[in-house]
């Protein structure tokens, strides 16, 4: 973090690398790489370095992070340098062997940015999330088989077993925890956030889990990790098709199927043809026609219908959300939200970073309730985006504060945080991953020295 000073992670891989080395080495058919001299001095001594690559659905980012030690600890810095290839490795289905070359570019952005003596000590991982989730299995395995060749061929050190594999929502969620409440020093200071992170497909909600409630949660809400050498466990949900993008699906979906041309969620003057194509989701249900009535109140009812009804509990407590587990005490804790939290926040021109889910609600009937000529001519979105994006603003403002309010339980005027950044840092979940894998690093080597 820019002129700060953070107590270490603690990290000895000196003894791993090597091990790992040559055991990769023998998997490949290939003699070793040759080591520096007193190689586990070295690694020591001077800086590492570890490389996630997120594969996303539009692309991969490599993201290189640099730590330096200082004795058995380790200061990671969450500024780094990335860059992003497209297209996403799903659009290899039909071709999985061009998907390891695809990394060619990152691969050699490594190089650029990794001292050479210190390729062969320095890991990748590469993580896949929504766009191979979607592909069956056997197609998705064929292309992380061909991304791992390409990884393992290279100088970088690569776990052909764990390096490459496809993440769930709770990873994210954990990962995205993380990194906030790193670069937020509550690991100094211990007073936790719990996160909230609104994509386009998904929602992660993430918070620790209190001493009550660990071993408790339900299997797919819960991810675990040590930094340290202490162990950590959250409650993480990943809510698949609450993202903002199909959330509002959700919602065209019931309108064109129920042959309703009244859209409550766009503003009233504004129109589109059954056969006008539709830039975006939000700009109404596609193969019907779309009349926006511009009303505030039947939007939320349709949002709530949809996407929040009252769903059976089955659990010690849940939230709005598909009668899913949540805890207790959730609404209670200190909540960071971002992604589209903050897009949208900053579009409706809300006080950032402190604000309340009511906000967006207030925000949201004022826009909703303009005609598409006027807002047209206002001053919104109150940021630098497109007069494109206007079509969004009145059902993301109406849907964020009813994902608070009703599906996680916030209090209307409970003080939240909306931010994309800490301290000029981006939040990022690739951080939290950093730390996690080098974390797993040291506890490795620790175990194989005791």
């Given at each position: 973090m820019r002129g700060s000073t953070r107590r270490g992670l603690p990290l000895v891989v000196g003894a791993l690398v090597i091990v790992a080395l040559l055991a990769l080495a023998r998997t490949l058919g290939h003699p070793p790489p040759s080591l520096p001299r007193n190689g586990e001095t070295f690694i020591e001594e001077g800086p590492g370095y570890v490389t996630i690559i997120d594969a996303g659905s539009s692309g991969c980012r490599a993201h290189v992070f640099k730590y330096t030690r200082v004795g058995v600890s380790v200061s990671l810095d969450p500024r780094h340098e990335s860059l992003k290839v497209r297209p996403g490795l799903s659009t290899f289905v039909d071709d999985p062997a061009a998907a390891g070359r695809s990394l060619d570019p990152l691969l050699d952005f490594m190089r650029g940015q990794i001292p050479e003596p210190m390729w062969m000590s320095s890991p990748v991982y590469l993580k896949a999330t929504a766009g191979l989730r979607m592909l069956p299995l056997d197609r998705s395995e064929a292309i992380l088989e061909s991304v791992r060749g390409t990884l393992a061929a290279s100088e970088f050190m690569f776990d052909v077993d764990d390096g490459a594999k496809i993440i769930a929502g709770t990873d994210e969620g954990g990962f995205g925890w993380l990194s906030v409440n790193?670069?937020?020093?509550n690991f100094e200071n211990e007073h936790w956030t719990a996160v909230v992170e609104m994509g386009g497909a998904s929602a992660q909600v993430t918070e620790l889990a209190r001493s009550n409630l660990r071993?408790?949660?339900?299997?797919?809400?819960?991810?675990?990790?040590?930094?340290?050498g202490k162990k950590y466990d959250l409650y993480a949900n990943s809510y698949l098709g609450y993202g903002l993008e199909q959330a509002r699906e959700k919602i065209n979906a019931v309108l064109r199927d129920e042959n309703r041309n009244e859209d409550p969620c766009l503003y009233e003057g504004y129109a589109k043809s059954a056969s006008d194509e539709r830039d975006s989701v939000y700009d109404g249900a596609p193969g019907i026609q779309v009349a926006g009535a511009g009303?505030?109140?039947?939007?939320?009812?349709?949002?709530?219908?949809?996407?929040?009804?009252?769903?059976?509990?089955?659990?010690?407590?849940?939230?709005r959300i598909q009668g899913a587990f949540q805890p207790k005490d959730l609404p209670e804790?200190?909540?960071l939200a971002f992604e589209n939290f903050y897009y949208t926040a900053s579009m409706l021109g809300l006080h950032q970073p402190d604000t309340q889910p009511q906000q967006f609600r207030f925000e949201a009937k004022k826009v909703c309730n303009t005609h598409w000529t006027d807002l047209l001519a206002s001053d919104?979105?109150?940021?630098?985006?497109?007069?494109?994006?206007l079509t969004k603003l009145c059902f993301s403002g109406v849907y964020l504060a009813m994902f608070l309010e009703k599906g996680l339980g916030l209090?209307?005027?409970?003080?939240?945080?909306?931010?994309?950044?800490?301290d000029g840092n981006g939040i990022d979940w690739s951080l939290g991953a950093a730390i996690h894998e080098t974390s797993k690093l040291a506890a490795a080597a620790a175990a194989a020295r005791a």
């Open positions: 790193y670069l937020m020093h071993g408790r949660i339900p299997d797919g809400s819960s991810f675990s990790f040590a930094v340290g009303d505030f109140g039947n939007c939320r009812a349709l949002v709530e219908t949809v996407l929040f009804p009252q769903t059976p509990c089955s659990h010690a407590s849940c939230s804790a200190n909540v919104y979105p109150k940021d630098d985006s497109d007069k494109a994006d209090q209307p005027d409970k003080k939240i945080t909306v931010q994309q950044t800490v």
